[in-house]
C-alpha cells in the first residue's frame, strides 16, 4: 500500500477501542477511536476515512442503525465500507457474501436494508489478523487500494 488507510473503530467498550487501536496501528493503519454516537457522526460530519468498524451492540441503538444513519446524513460517505464487528459469532471466517444470512440467523430484529449497507461481518475472538485481511480485501475490491 502507498498509503496509510484511516481506519474509524466505534465500540461502547473502551477496552476494545485499546485492543483495536494497538492491533491496527501495528499493522500500519492510522486508528480514530470512538465510544459513543455524537462523537462519530460529528466527525464524520467534517472528515473522511477508508473503513468504518462498528461493533453491533451500541448502548440504544445498533451497529447496523449507525452505519445508516452515518450513509443518510453524509453523502460523501456513502461508499466508505463498514465491517460489523460482533461476539454474536465465533467463526473466525470473514464470509462477506454471507452478511444477511448470518445477521437474520444472529440478530432477527435487524433491518434487512440495513445489512445491505455493510461489507463483512466480523467475531471479536481472536486476533486482529482476520480485522487487518477483512479491511484489505474490502479495500482491493471496492477501491482498488
Known amino acids: 500500500m502507498d498509503r496509510i488507510i484511516r481506519a474509524l ?47 453491533y451492540r451500541q448502548p440504544q441503538t445498533t451497529g447496523l442503525e449507525i452505519t445508516r444513519k452515518i450513509k443518510e446524513l453524509y453523502v460523501h460517505h456513502a461508499n466508505t465500507p463498514v465491517l460489523i464487528h460482533t461476539a454474536n459469532i465465533s467463526s473466525t471466517v470473514y464470509k ?5 444470512t448470518i445477521m437474520k440467523n444472529c440478530f432477527p430484529d435487524c433491518n434487512p436494508e440495513d445489512v445491505a449497507l455493510i461489507d463483512g461481518i ?4 481472536g486476533t486482529y489478523n482476520h480485522v487487518v485481511a477483512a479491511i484489505n480485501d474490502i479495500l482491493l475490491k471496492k477501491n482498488g487500494i
Not at 462477506?96 to 444477511?100: F, H, I, M, Q, Y
Open 122 to 125: 466480523l467475531p471479536k475472538i
Open 96 to 100: 462477506p457474501d454471507l452478511n444477511k
Open 9 to 55: 473503530v466505534m465500540d461502547d467498550y473502551e477496552d476494545m477501542l485499546y485492543l483495536a487501536n494497538i492491533y491496527l496501528s501495528q499493522a500500519g493503519f492510522e486508528v480514530i477511536c470512538f465510544s459513543d454516537v455524537p462523537k462519530i457522526l460529528d466527525y464524520l460530519k467534517d472528515n473522511n476515512c477508508d473503513i468504518i468498524i462498528m461493533d
